[in-house]
Every structure is written in C-alpha cells, then in structure tokens.
C-alpha cells in the first residue's frame, strides 16, 4: 500500500513538472510569453565599393505579395542620420501584431537623383514578440 501512494505521488509530481515546463513560446496565441521591452528593427546597410555609407534620397519597403507598403515613417533629421551612416530600415516590430508567427516577403527599394539604385528582396518574419531576418543579405555593396 505503502508503494502504491509513493507511485501515485510520484506520478502527480511528474505530471505537475511537466505541465510547469511546457514551451510557452510554442503558443500561438502568444498569451503566456513574456516579451522584452526593447524595440528591435532589421536594417539595411549600403555601401559603395569604396565603403563609403551610400545616401538615398529616399527609400521603399514593398510587401512583395500584397504591394503593401511598409516604409517606416521617417524625420528629415532621421534620414540625415539614414544618409550619414548608409543604414535604412526595413522591417520592425511595429509589425509584430500583423506578422505574428508569419513570414512575409519584402522588397527594399533605394532611390538616388530620382532613380532606383537599390533593388533587394529579403524574407523576415515575427514571433510572439520580435521581428527577425529569415534570408536576405543586409549590407550591401553598390558602384
């Protein structure tokens, strides 16, 4: 008798650490994770063949599928910023909502003195809290 509420107890234990270790990252609904709280943003770098930063006059994030546009919103001191250092933004968690647990297709469009200088397609996605790069090459090189 004595073996049996041992086996018992033992079962009841297990069964309570198993449910106390589930992987809550694999909830779809996302309800049981917890998040940190800074703001992540993928980011292009464009360089010339010198490695000199590249500055657009202006740039596009297209969704590729649906012709979205996903172009961040940006400050003329932002772009200064953009410009100086060759770095661009492509996709951030302000799209986690939207994107969670999806990938999407993006294309990064670069213009300079009114032309398309920049043409590259990446693949990113979101989980439960952040974006991230699934393929796509994110410092480039132009002539």
């Not at 917890?34 to 992540?40: L, P």
């Not at 469009?109 to 979101?126: D, L, M, P």
Request: charged residues 20%.
């Amino acid at each position: 008798m004595v073996m049996v509420k041992k086996l018992l107890l033992i079962l009841v234990l297990f069964h309570i650490v198993s449910a106390c270790n589930n992987n809550d990252e694999t909830d779809p609904s996302c309800a049981n994770i917890a998040c940190t709280e800074e703001f992540r943003t993928l980011t292009v770098t464009i360089k010339d063949t010198n490695d000199i930063p590249v500055a657009l006059d202006s740039f596009k994030v297209i969704a590729v599928v649906s012709g979205n546009d996903l172009t961040r919103e940006t400050s003329s001191s932002e772009l200064a910023l953009m410009q100086q250092n060759g770095t661009y933004p492509l996709f951030g968690d302000e799209y986690t909502n939207t994107y969670r647990n999806k990938e999407i297709e993006v294309q990064f469009r670069g213009f300079k003195n009114s032309q398309q200088i920049v043409t590259e397609n990446y693949v990113v996605a979101a989980d439960c809290c952040h974006v991230f790069l699934v393929s796509g090459t994110t410092n480039l090189t132009i002539q």
